[in-house]
């Protein structure tokens, strides 16, 4: 309760506008609201209003499920790949910011490789050789948002190990787990939560992207970037197919990176703390 006391007015609303983002896809998938999201209720095209809050799209189905359906394919996509990078930067960070020498310089190189590619490139390249679908898009955040998270991670954990209460585990004889599990992480988990907010943002715009572009969430599912997409040839005639869930995603990223800026000050003060 006191770090969100002390938390700005920005970092609690983006945590909220999120929080309230989630709950309400939440509830509306789960008590279907709208109806089915893949159900043609309607007449084509229909604006919002009246019986269809947000209008129908071009096959008479209620905007208001697909949705629901969208931001959840969307956040639950990009979540999942973002702790996988997690986990992986974690420990491709630690092995080459704690052990260095040869196994440093692979992972720094291997990262340098990943991070030269253009992200798009990237991701549909992944998309080529996977094939187009969920798959694919997990797999193209992960590659897209993992050499960052893992270059931070290595000079946070190059710092680290530098310390003298690391010195002095070492000189006592604790071996790597206790040293990793008591020292490490504990100084890490800042920095590693502080870059999951950045790459899930970026992760939300890699789907969106990929999906924009026929390489990711497939028909019949909906995403925020398959809803866009499909909205796209509607612009004229139907703007409302594309401004619903452009301002959605808009919201979701902005959010999530309000968020993490706040997060980012509010544990920057413990890290140097707890660094001396």
């Not at 089915?36 to 189905?61: N, Q």
């Not at 959840?72 to 930067?89: D, F, N, Q, R, Y």
Request: glycine share 12%; with cysteine; charged share 10%.
């Amino acid at each position: 309760m006191t770090g969100w006391r002390k938390a700005d007015w920005l970092t609690r609303s983006g945590l909220v506008c999120l929080a309230v983002l989630v709950l309400v896809t939440v509830v509306g998938t789960v008590f279907g609201i709208g109806g089915d999201p893949d159900a043609m209720v309607g007449p084509r095209l229909a604006p919002p209003g009246g019986e269809f809050l947000l209008g129908t799209d071009e096959l008479g189905r209620s905007m208001l499920p697909r949705l629901f359906e969208g931001i959840g394919t969307t956040l639950l996509l990009s979540t999942v790949a973002v702790l996988v990078t997690a986990v992986l930067a974690t420990l491709l960070g630690v092995a080459a910011g704690y052990y260095g020498g040869w196994l440093g310089e692979v992972v720094l190189r291997l990262v340098e490789v990943l991070y030269s590619f253009p992200t798009i490139v990237l991701a549909i390249l992944v998309a080529a050789v996977v094939g187009p679908g969920q798959t694919a898009t997990m797999c193209s955040i992960v590659l897209i948002t993992i050499p960052l998270m893992t270059r931070v991670v290595r000079a946070a954990a190059v710092t680290v190990s530098e310390r003298d209460y690391v010195t002095s585990a070492v000189i006592s004889g604790a071996g790597w787990p206790r040293i990793l599990v008591r020292h490490l992480l504990p100084n890490l988990s800042g920095t590693i939560a502080v870059q999951g907010t950045y790459a899930l943002s970026v992760g939300i715009l890699v789907e969106g992207g990929l999906s924009f572009l026929g390489f990711g969430v497939q028909p019949p599912q909906s995403s925020l970037g398959a809803l866009i997409q499909q909205g796209s040839t509607y612009l004229l005639t139907a703007p409302w197919l594309v401004i619903v869930p452009g301002i959605v995603l808009i919201v979701a990223v902005l959010a999530i990176n309000v968020f993490g800026d706040g997060l980012r000050d509010g544990l920057e003060p413990r890290e140097a703390r707890s660094l001396v």
